[in-house]
């Protein structure tokens, strides 16, 4: 069993660097390059299954060159059969065409700017991972394998995990069910249920201090301002990270053997423009030490404003996690697919939850203990698909500071 781990973060409030000489390929360079065209990028998928590497390749190069070509359902189906369906490279081309179809939308704003964002952001990530509640969620995860390199997803099996966080004491999961099977009276809560579950677990309750690490001034994480993007309806900037191992909170570790190491990171953050807050954040592991048994490791998270006792919070809502592992005769890939399903205020037990014959599909709304919760409308305003709208006042739902007040600028043309 093997699984990433985030060590205990430090809220702080010094300045995060900016770096853009450490990253090729700047925006001046990109716009001098020609697009993709679909045969090139055809060719590139038709040698993915052989040579699974060139996957990352050909993320990179759609996110440097862009497309020249509308992209189509049949490029979309060509796509999902030869890279196994990846999300990263999925998402990477809706991108490319977003920014295709409207360039200006698309364009970056000044560095002053971005500067500007990414200073507010840290901020308020850092104070408002500093004020989460004590709760309980539902993790339902879906576990695949591929071997070798092959990215030849086979089901593993689907899990529901309730977990309890609570500030002084950490996160305690139980075990509900695997395949819809409630799990036995023998499976108690603990810090860890791989020994009822065999195979690649993940808590994700540390998502939020794995977010907040990136941002402490001890990790000194280089940014770049490289892209805009829309997430769940929302405008945002996206920049790439580096954080150096010397510096790195980051731990991959063996829940068997107890091996552990600390590695280095590199990755993107999808930063809402008005609201100031990450809605999306890769983490890609490097630096991992040579003869380690984890070999790569990989996630990507989702976070959206989830109510718990009437205030809101931005919490994990979907992650995607990934690890490729050496085993004596062969290589194996473990892909745990998570959704996180009824955020409620914690409780005495974590039972509360346990549902296990309920339609998990639809499980974002409360159980049915706390009627009052089910219907929201009645005690706040529906949020819209867009996403949450911006407060009347700049301070943010979950008790983080307000973003420092800047000097009033012209009115910007609507985008």
């Given at each position: 069993m093997y699984f990433l781990r985030n060590l205990a973060f430090l809220l702080a409030v010094l300045p995060v660097s900016f770096v853009a000489a450490q990253y090729p390929g700047a925006p001046t360079q990109q716009q001098q390059l020609q697009p993709l065209t679909s045969k090139e990028i055809v060719s590139w998928l038709y040698q993915i299954p052989r040579y699974p590497e060139k996957l990352t390749e050909l993320v990179e190069e759609i996110r440097t060159r862009g497309i020249g070509?509308?992209?189509?359902?049949?490029?979309?189906?060509?796509?999902?059969?030869?890279?196994?369906?990846?999300?990263?490279?999925?998402r990477t081309l809706e991108e490319a065409e977003r920014r295709r179809v409207n360039p200006?939308?698309?364009?970056?704003?000044?560095?002053?700017?971005?500067?500007?964002?990414?200073?507010?952001?840290?901020?308020?990530?850092?104070?408002?991972?500093?004020?989460?509640?004590?709760?309980?969620?539902k993790q339902l995860i879906r576990r695949s394998v591929a071997y070798g390199t092959t990215t030849n997803w086979i089901p593993q099996d689907n899990l529901s995990i309730a977990?309890?966080?609570r500030?002084?004491?950490?996160?305690?999961?139980?075990?509900?069910?695997?395949?819809?099977?409630?799990?036995?009276?023998?499976?108690k809560e603990g810090t860890d249920y791989?020994?009822?579950a065999k195979g690649a677990t993940s808590s994700g309750v540390e998502y939020i201090s794995a977010l907040a690490d990136i941002f402490k001034p001890d990790t000194r994480t280089e940014f770049r301002m490289v892209d805009t993007d829309t997430v769940q309806g929302r405008r945002t900037i996206v920049f790439e990270y580096l954080v150096k191992k010397e510096h790195s909170q980051l731990t991959l570790a063996l829940s068997d053997t107890h091996a552990s190491?600390?590695?280095?990171?590199?990755?993107?953050?999808?930063?809402?423009?008005?609201?100031?807050?990450?809605?999306?954040?890769?983490q890609i592991a490097t630096e991992i030490p040579a003869g380690f048994p984890i070999t790569a490791a990989s996630s990507v998270i989702d976070y959206d404003w989830v109510q718990i006792n009437e205030r809101k919070y931005l919490l994990p809502t979907?992650?995607?996690?990934?690890?490729?592992?050496a085993q004596p005769q062969f290589v194996l890939q473990s892909r745990n697919d998570v959704r996180f399903r009824g955020y409620q205020k914690y409780g005495a037990e974590l039972k509360v939850v346990d549902e296990v014959g309920e339609d998990d599909e639809s499980t974002s709304a409360p159980p049915k203990t706390k009627p009052q919760a089910e219907k929201p409308a009645a005690a706040t305003p529906a949020i819209p698909a867009s996403g949450l709208p911006k407060p009347a006042t700049d301070t943010?739902?979950?008790?983080?500071?307000?973003?420092?007040?800047?000097?009033?600028?012209?009115a910007k043309p609507a985008i």
């Open positions: 070509f509308p992209l189509t359902d049949g490029m979309r189906s060509v796509v999902a059969t030869k890279s196994g369906n990846d999300p990263l490279l999925r200006t939308a698309s364009a970056l704003p000044p560095s002053a700017e971005s500067d500007e964002l990414l200073a507010r952001t840290r901020n308020v990530t850092l104070a408002a991972a500093n004020a989460m509640p004590d709760f309980i969620v977990v309890g966080y500030a002084n004491q950490g996160e305690q999961y139980k075990l509900l069910s695997i395949n819809g099977v409630p799990a036995g009276e023998e499976v791989s020994k009822y190491a600390v590695v280095g990171s590199q990755g993107r953050i999808w930063i809402d423009r008005e609201m100031d807050r990450v809605l999306r954040f890769e979907h992650s995607e996690i990934r690890l490729t592992t943010p739902v979950d008790d983080a500071p307000p973003p420092p007040k800047l000097k009033a600028k012209p």
